[in-house]
Nanobody, 114 residues
Framework: QVQLVESGGGLVQPGGSLRLSCVASGFAFSNYSMSWFRQTPGKEREFVAW????????NYAESVKGRFAISRDNSKNTVYLQMNSLKFEDTANYFC???????RGRGTQVTVSS
């Protein structure tokens, strides 16, 4: 089955850290770039980070640069998002997207609250 399944979200205090995972199945994972996006109710989805298939190139939204890190393990068909120094405004549903957007997961909720 072709799918993406995210995990690792939760409730964290400001300044805390979380590591999100997105496990891919049913396709040649290493052939695709992968992205993380986030979305809150009533708002457009927001780009967070992107990584090429070989991990050679990465790109980040300005709002997360220096705090978040995207990585992948092609042997495990998994892309990660390490989130440090979390802020209230990072609260959202985080989901991964394959390539140009042909496939996305349901997401995992991240809530930053004191």
């Amino acid at each position: 089955q072709v799918q993406l399944v995210e995990s690792g979200g939760g409730l964290v205090q400001p300044g805390g850290s979380l590591r999100l995972s997105c496990v891919a199945s049913g396709f040649a994972f290493s052939n695709y770039s992968m992205s993380w996006f986030r979305q809150t109710p009533g708002k457009e989805r927001e780009f967070v980070a992107w990584i090429s298939g070989s991990s050679a190139t990465k790109n980040y939204a300005e709002s997360v640069k220096g705090r978040f890190a995207i990585s992948r393990d092609n042997s495990k068909n998994t892309v990660y998002l390490q989130m440090n120094s979390l802020k209230f405004e990072d609260t959202a549903n985080y989901f991964c997207i394959r390539g140009g957007g042909s496939l996305r997961g349901r997401g995992t909720q991240v809530t930053v609250s004191s």
